[in-house]
């Protein structure tokens, strides 16, 4: 099992930025490929950005490249979310998920998730 936290949310007016913060424990941490997802009221949850098992592989969905960045820290354990520019349509609630496989955009395809964090953006 593993276990993951997310925080950081909150809320913020539009062109602020803001960094989210995944605590990961349980199992070997860098044998997880790591992702972000969101959910908007009365939407689908949405893939964000994705991290392999080192720090070397990001991908990042098309709505928020150039504006987010995902990292992580396999000493701490953590997986971060800096999200720039944050725009009204940024706002959701934001999920850190891991896969114990290689790095992936398919939410279904990922074993643990976190409770979530909601970041709202006032325009």
């Known amino acids: 099992q593993v276990q993951l936290v997310e925080s950081g949310g909150g809320l913020v007016q539009a062109g602020d930025s803001l960094r989210l913060s995944c605590a990961a424990s349980?199992?070997?941490?860098?044998?997880?490929?790591m992702g972000w997802f969101r959910q908007a009221p009365g939407k689908e949850r949405e893939f964000v950005a994705a991290?392999?098992?080192?720090?070397?592989?990001?991908y990042v969905a098309g709505s928020v490249k150039g504006r987010f960045t995902i990292s992580r820290d396999n000493a701490k354990n953590t997986v971060g979310l800096q999200m720039n520019s944050l725009k009204p349509e940024d706002t959701a609630v934001y999920y850190c998920?891991?896969?114990?496989?290689?790095?992936?955009?398919?939410?279904?395809?990922?074993?643990?998730w976190g409770q979530g964090t909601q970041v709202t953006v006032s325009s």
């Open positions: 998920a891991a896969v114990g496989s290689y790095l992936i955009t398919n939410a279904d395809d990922y074993n643990y």
């Open positions: 991290i392999g098992f080192s720090d070397r592989t990001t």
């Open positions: 349980g199992r070997t941490f860098s044998n997880y490929a």
